[in-house]
């Protein structure tokens, strides 16, 4: 059973801006905190932004003032709009959310890519 679909990625000039969307199910018991990684090839995947239910956020040094991560609790989804991207964006992007079970549960989106060209 899917529990989080992402949306939004492609291919983009640099400069250029692209909004990632991802869902998360209503099977999902409760729903913490959402957050996007991401996963260059090659590399490990490192997150990118992360916000909790009351809005609180956390970005990677990299990404901070150009990307800027949002939610809307009633529709279970988080929203990523990237501005100023640059060619070392161009990676796989992961939606993360965290259930509120006991003991926690992580779940991971399929990923959409982002490429960026220079």
């Known amino acids: 059973q899917v529990r989080l679909v992402e949306s939004g990625g492609g291919l983009v000039q640099a400069g250029g801006s692209l909004r990632l969307s991802c869902a998360a199910s209503?099977?999902?018991?409760?729903?913490?905190?959402m957050g996007w990684y991401r996963q260059a090839p090659g590399k490990q995947r490192e997150l990118v932004a992360q916000?909790?239910?009351?809005?609180?956020?956390d970005y990677a040094d990299s990404v901070k003032d150009r990307f800027t991560i949002s939610r809307d609790n009633a529709k279970i989804t988080v929203y990523l709009q990237m501005n100023g991207l640059r060619p070392e964006d161009t990676a796989v992007y992961y939606c993360?959310?965290?259930?509120?079970?006991?003991?926690?549960?992580?779940?991971w989106g399929q990923g959409t890519q982002v490429t960026v060209s220079s």
């Open positions: 916000i909790t239910p009351g809005g609180n956020t």
């Open positions: 209503v099977s999902i018991f409760r729903v913490d905190t």
């Open positions: 993360n959310a965290i259930e509120m079970r006991v003991p926690l549960r992580q779940y």
